[in-house]
Antibody, heavy 120, light 109 residues
Framework: QITLKESGPTLVKPTETLTLTCSFSGFSLRDSGVAVGWVRQTPGMALEWLALVYWSDDKRYSPSLKSRLAITKDIPRSQVVLRMTNMDPVDTATYFC????????????WGRGTLVTVSS | DIQMTQSPSYLSASVGDRVIITCQASQDIGNFLNWYQQKPGKTPKILIYDAAYLEPGVPSRFSGSGSGTDFTLTISSLQPEDFATYYCQQYDNLPPIFTFGPGTKVDMK
């Protein structure tokens, strides 16, 4: 059974860097085809894909946010970490960790999400 | 960048109604289109993948069709548990990029 769980701060100040951790189980990022990433949902309910890291360590980012994002994986700990720099109030959202189904372009499993508010 | 639009953004319907939601891509995406359902307080759940394939476990009243730039999600007979928000999502493989539509909220009339 695949599970994912996000952790990190609930409140960050403008210009700060957000660091979120996804702890997962039920699969390994050593396995060919596996990928884990992040999707956020704004208070207005819009969904936005942010980043993805593959078993091969290939990393992909949303073109509009690429300069602010960094995603890394820690295989022994079964964790994926997302860093987003220069946070702004418009980045206030619920951040979901997601598992991409191998060979398909869909997110089959989602963490419960963590609400991050950006405010001074 | 590929942009996704959905219509309507809001739909009021009754149990038993046939519901059709459309999703349009700004350029040809083949059949690289998925549909999700999200209920309040829950995470999105995959319903249809690659435009027309029903995810195992999803009721057969849900169906998807389309290719290129125009896609539809159809609920043949709306059930009480189907009141939710529906999102389309396109993907590119080269390079991997994923884009969601803005969503369609299906509410009870």
């Amino acid at each position: 059974q695949i599970t994912l769980k996000e952790s990190g701060p609930t409140l960050v100040k403008p210009t700060e860097t957000l660091t979120l951790t996804c702890s997962f189980s039920g699969f390994s990022l050593r396995d060919s085809g596996v990928a884990v990433g992040w999707v956020r949902q704004t208070p207005g309910m819009a969904l936005e894909w942010l980043a993805l890291v593959y078993w091969s360590d290939d990393k992909r980012y949303s073109p509009s946010l690429k300069s602010r994002l960094a995603i890394t994986k820690d295989i022994p700990r079964s964790q994926v970490v997302l860093r987003m720099t220069n946070m702004d109030p418009v980045d206030t959202a619920t951040y979901f960790c997601v598992h991409r189904r191998p060979l398909y372009g869909l997110f089959s499993h989602w963490g419960r999400g963590t609400l991050v508010t950006v405010s001074s | 960048d590929i942009q996704m639009t959905q219509s309507p953004s809001y739909l009021s319907a009754s149990v038993g109604d046939r519901v059709i939601i459309t999703c349009q891509a700004s350029q040809d995406i083949g059949n690289f289109l998925n549909w999700y359902q999200q209920k309040p307080g829950k995470t999105p759940k995959i319903l249809i993948y690659d435009a027309a394939y029903l995810e195992p476990g999803v009721p057969s009243r849900f169906s998807g069709s389309g290719s290129g730039t125009d896609f539809t999600l159809t609920i043949s007979s709306l059930q009480p548990e189907d009141f939710a928000t529906y999102y389309c999502q396109q993907y590119d493989n080269l390079p991997p990029i994923f884009t969601f539509g803005p969503g369609t909220k299906v509410d009870m009339k």
